[in-house]
């Protein structure tokens, strides 16, 4: 009922062409164009060779502009392509679900083991995380976590409570951080500089979502 008075008054209002209409699952979202970036069916099948894409159903962008002004303190660059904030909803299926939800895809790095055997551990002031780089030794790719790591003891059942995500250093330092969402999952890219917003972006993200989702 909701989903037919919003696209009434879309069409009243003229603004249809403005939005588009994602339906994933039992769920339907009416996105901002200009916000709109990959939807599953219009994935090139040469983009998905290699790159596991079954479950991705949509992502989502946001300009520097947009979260400066959503978010007190977000460091911006107008010219700079990597001060954007994106993020790619998944629906897995759930055994895949869980697992991404477990301690198990960065287990290693976190108990500095496997390819993370030895890897150095820094502490970030500014952001309040653990560095621990590598695999291999790089200095160019690390991963985040919220707690000091190397103590099976201390290793949390779920990734949420430890994990923040990998992060790269290549021309900008960039992060990558899942959120439980509903029955999905996101995979959020935020910049470096302004990790340290991580929960109200994260906070934002969800915001945005539930606005566009029809209820």
Not at 74 to 89: C, G, I, T
């Amino acid at each position: 009922m909701l989903r037919t008075v919003l696209l009434v008054i879309c069409v009243l209002l003229n603004a249809c062409s403005d939005y588009r209409e994602i339906t994933v699952g039992n769920d339907t979202f009416m996105i901002p164009k200009s916000n709109v970036g990959i939807v599953s069916g219009d994935i090139d099948k040469r983009l998905d060779e290699g790159y596991d894409t079954s479950s991705l159903m949509f992502s989502v962008s946001w300009s520097p502009e947009e979260m400066s002004k959503a978010i007190p303190g977000y460091f911006e660059s107008r010219d700079n392509f990597f001060f954007h904030v994106s993020a790619a909803l998944y629906a897995p299926s759930a055994e895949k679900l869980a697992y991404r939800r477990s301690n198990e895809p960065y287990k290693d790095a976190f108990l500095l083991i496997g390819d993370f055997q030895g890897a150095r551990v820094e502490y970030d002031e500014k952001t309040n995380t653990y560095k621990v780089f590598g695999p291999f030794g790089s200095e160019k790719y690390w991963v985040a976590f919220r707690i000091k790591p190397g103590d099976p003891a201390t290793l949390p059942e779920r990734g949420e409570n430890f994990l923040i995500g990998p992060c790269s250093h290549v021309q900008e330092i960039s992060c990558h951080t899942p959120i439980s969402y509903r029955n999905y999952e996101l995979d959020v890219s935020m910049p470096g500089p302004n990790m340290h917003l991580r929960d109200q972006i994260k906070d934002f993200i969800i915001a945005q979502l539930e606005s566009w989702r029809v209820k």
